[in-house]
């Protein structure tokens, strides 16, 4: 059931139908609005968000004729087909069952699950869904940068061989915005462990080499940096992780640092790839060696081979472009999209599996294969969660640190409010001058 195969037959009119896209989410989801609006016989017909600030500041974009709503469940029941998860992180899943048996299509945006149970349970409702011709597709629009497109076409070309070792990073300098992203010192951002939101670094390398990981090992860099951000997860985190041929990758998730770093290496049999990691970073280095033989060495900046002005115009690298672009052809062709539940699982189980690896002096932990049902009955009760939310859930639930609770100076918590309200305030001056014209 993991490859993409052809479910159904299509009609040409089928092909032709627009397709109506409710997004839930309007921070991230405002970007993906105006993708949609180039990708013929698509349409944004209604958004879902709790914030008025969000809510209006989407409207005057040039959008005022759109339906909002600040209730799922109401959202749901709008007229459409697709629906587009941009709400919070740890919040995906649930939200994404609910769409599914409202019989809308899902575009889940990264991280896929919060705990293995939520996992087992998505898996199992996305396979239902199928069967009426209702997909889901993993929204790790990192997979679709121009050099990780290119590194994809060389390795199933084989013309680097079989992979041996890899190396994947994302590392992000978030002081400057961190008071306008975490609306609370409850958000997401303030708890989750740095081992968690690994598809960034994790997923492209899956992407390219369609290999499956079976066993990880995480460490943390204790929390020092983090705190004096409101933080209570660690600064770092890094995986060491088998692949199912046993080759080894080396993954650093979200991690806090001064320099920003989006950078891949792969190491096959018959040669090497990486992107530049500090300047010019699309620019892809390529060194083809089998043995015995002079090796072959390469640079350049790969172009998207289609839609170049389209994905240029849009975020992260052209990524969303091809990303939704993706997503939109498999419903009309009626095929499992290309980053499917199974490769949603497979980018996400490590990082939460990684965080139970550092806490318990870390040790490898086998990563299932939710492909198999027999291998999800393991995991079906498995509510294992730092969510301080969730302590309710299950007895001697983690701490979002290896240290255990870490305690923030009021005064941090007091210095992000003020920051905050101030750049509502310049917003909300913004939204008022914008409506007055």
Not at 64 to 77: G, M, S
Not at 96 to 112: D, M, P, Q, T, W
Request: glycine share 6%; aromatic share 10%.
């Amino acid at each position: 059931m993991g490859k993409n195969i052809k479910l159904f037959k299509v009609t040409g009119d089928k092909m032709n139908k627009k397709l109506k896209v409710g997004i839930f989410g309007i921070r991230r989801g405002d970007s993906f609005a105006n993708i949609f609006n180039s990708i013929p016989n698509t349409e944004v017909v209604a958004v879902c968000d709790n914030s008025e600030i969000r809510v209006k500041n989407f409207l005057i974009s040039g959008k005022k004729n759109i339906p909002t709503y600040n209730d799922y469940e109401k959202f749901l029941q709008h007229d459409m087909d697709i629906v587009v998860l941009c709400n919070y992180c740890t919040e995906h899943a649930p939200a994404a069952i609910k769409a599914l048996r409202s019989g809308k299509h899902v575009l889940s945006e990264v991280i896929a699950c919060k705990t293995l149970s939520e996992g087992v349970s998505l898996c199992r409702e996305v396979e239902k869904a199928e069967k009426k011709g209702i997909f889901y597709m993993f929204a790790e629009n990192y997979c679709y940068f121009s050099y990780i497109q290119e590194m994809e076409r060389i390795y199933k070309a084989g013309k680097i061989g079989q992979l041996r070792y890899g190396e994947g990073e994302y590392i992000h300098d978030c002081s400057s915005s961190w008071h306008v992203l975490t609306t609370s010192p409850s958000h997401w951002r303030n708890w989750l462990p740095s081992t968690y939101y690994c598809t960034h670094s994790l997923g492209p390398i899956i992407k390219i080499t369609d290999l499956r990981p079976v066993q990880v090992s995480g460490f943390v860099v204790p929390n020092l940096i983090s705190r004096e951000y409101g933080r209570e997860g660690d600064d770092w985190g890094i995986l060491i992780i088998k692949m199912e041929n046993d080759a080894i990758l080396r993954i650093i998730p979200w991690s806090i640092g001064p320099h920003d770093s989006i950078w891949y290496r792969i190491y096959g049999t018959d040669g090497m790839m990486e992107n530049n990691r500090w300047k010019d970073t699309n620019v892809l280095n390529v060194h083809f060696q089998k043995l015995w033989e002079k090796p072959k060495i390469k640079s350049y900046l790969p172009e998207f081979k289609k839609y170049q002005k389209q994905a240029k115009r849009s975020g992260h690298g052209g990524g969303d472009f091809f990303l939704l672009f993706d997503f939109v052809n498999s419903i009309r062709k009626k095929e499992r999209p290309p980053i499917d539940i199974y490769k949603a699982m497979d980018m996400t189980l490590p990082g939460i599996l990684g965080y139970r690896s550092a806490l318990s002096g870390n040790i490898p932990i086998e990563i299932p294969d939710f492909r198999k049902e027999k291998e999800r009955k393991k995991y079906e009760n498995d509510n294992w969660s730092p969510d301080p939310n969730d302590k309710k859930l299950m007895k001697n639930q983690p701490a979002p640190s290896i240290l255990g609770e870490i305690e923030i100076k009021k005064e941090i918590y007091e210095m992000l409010e003020k920051k905050r309200e101030k750049a509502m305030s310049e917003i909300k001056k913004q939204l008022e001058k914008a409506y007055k014209i």
